[in-house]
């Protein structure tokens, strides 16, 4: 998720963060450590408020190198992201197959999908293989929008699809994760096909 300083919801988020610009690296690491204690034990769905908070911390610590400083110990049962070295709390969603599982501090690549337990390998790479062509509907060209005829049909049909596939997500995939790690967070909304948080209920 690469923030695009033209987009409005972005700009949005910058401020909201800016509360986190104001902690100094050791009130900010601290910030982390106990709220990463509480995110411990579950699956979390991305547009969780609590989260939301969480990465616009982890974002700014990122950028200023905080757990590299070792000012606080994270709890225990968080393994050190590859990418970044900060605790690792994966981001599942639909790219899994090209892009692993996504780093929430600095938005990298934290676990590819080969390295995925292999438990969980076959569950996810079926899953995400479904997801595929029904997510492609909402990037169909116009060839393949005239030749299905009756194109909204086709897309609101795909955004039901998308709702069930996500739905999926949350409840039976993104727990099996906590076998391997102490939380995880599922993207619970699809915005090519206009699925929002609110039409997952789990
Ligand atoms: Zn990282």
Redesign the pocket.
Known sequence: MAIDPESPLDKLWQEYGRVFQDFDDLTLARWLAQTLGQLEGRAWRLSHPLLGAYRLAAQIA?DRQIWLKRLVTPPAAYLE?P????PLLPLLTRDVLESGLV?Q????T?VPFEEISAEIQSIVKLWAEEYAPVHAVAHWEDRQRKSAGDYDRAYDNAAREAERLLAQAGAQIAPRFLEFYPALVWEDQDECLEVRPEDIPL
């Open positions: 990122h992201a990418c970044c070295r900060a780093c501090n600095c938005s990298a934290a």
